[in-house]
């Protein structure tokens, strides 16, 4: 079972920022031109967004791919997605669409949300065990 573990101080850009852990990838399914996109599998057991860092009461299966050179960052499960051309920029975005969800979904009064965004909440509840604030 792979474990990724994030190091980053508050502020900080995602240079340097490697997960760990990684799973052998994933067969991939051809695009229209032929080619496999590069894909792999990540398990997240925390996660640090600027002055944030998240505790998972379990692991968080995130898909990274790489096609026609863009990087994308995936969590179906709590439809989170970052992408960018730089895999470093792109695992920054999937951090920051992670850490808004909290803060607007997670963090909100029910009776102001979706049934949806219920749900969602439920399951971004279920999933981090603990918050610590970086200084």
């Known amino acids: 079972m ?3 573990t994030l190091q980053q ?3 900080e850009r995602p240079g ?3 997960p760990a852990g990684l799973n052998p990838p994933r067969e991939a399914k051809p695009t229209r031109r032929g080619r496999k996109p590069k894909q792999e599998t990540i398990h997240l ?3 640090v967004y600027e002055n944030r860092e998240f505790t ?3 692991e968080m299966p995130v898909t990274v791919t790489n096609k026609d050179g863009v990087w994308i960052f995936e969590s179906k499960e709590f439809e989170i997605i970052g992408f960018d051309e730089s895999k470093e920029e792109a695992f920054y975005a999937f ?3 992670f850490d808004a969800r909290w803060e607007y979904i997670a963090s909100e009064d029910d009776c102001k949300l ?3 965004a219920r749900q969602l909440k439920k399951q ?3 999933l981090v065990a603990g918050i610590r604030h970086i200084e």
Do not use: I, P, W, Y
Request: net charge positive; charged share 25%; glycine share 8%.
């Open 95 to 97: 951090r920051m669409d």
């Open 16 to 18: 340097g920022l490697q």
């Open 56 to 58: 998972f009461a379990s």
């Open 124 to 126: 971004l509840k279920s």
């Open 114 to 116: 979706t049934k949806n």
């Open 2 to 4: 792979g474990e990724a």
């Open 9 to 11: 101080t508050r502020n």
């Open 45 to 47: 057991t925390q996660l």
